[in-house]
Nanobody
């Protein structure tokens, strides 16, 4: 069973930066795709970004140019560098992982809160 644990959330003023980390433990198999979703209060969960073990990356239009996803394949760890944060970036950020592809995720983390104030 894959265990997904994310961290790095917190409180930040608009224009600031945060870096989220997510580690996916594995036993006997590799994780091909890892990514991030977020959910604001009262809204549906939305996809943010993902990265594959081969190095391809994709971003939602709302974060393109501001967020950067990177990956350490040896550690099965993915990072989300969030720059130029906006209040609308506020929400719970969830790490997701799959042995094959995203979407859909096979495994979810518990989430980490990101709050951006103006």
């Amino acid at each position: 069973q894959v265990q997904v644990v994310e961290s790095g959330g917190g409180f930040m003023q608009a224009g600031g930066s945060l870096r989220l980390s997510c580690a996916a433990s594995r036993s006997g198999f590799s994780i091909n795709a890892m990514g991030w979703y977020r959910q604001a209060p009262g809204k549906e969960r939305e996809w943010v970004a993902h990265s594959t073990i081969g190095g391809s990356t994709n971003y939602a239009d709302s974060v393109k140019g501001r967020f950067t996803i990177s990956r350490d394949n040896a550690k099965n760890t993915v990072y989300l560098q969030m720059n130029s944060l906006k209040p609308e970036d506020t929400g719970v950020y969830f790490c997701a992982a799959s042995r094959w592809r995203l979407p859909p995720p096979e495994y979810w983390g518990q989430g980490t809160q990101v709050t951006v104030s103006s």
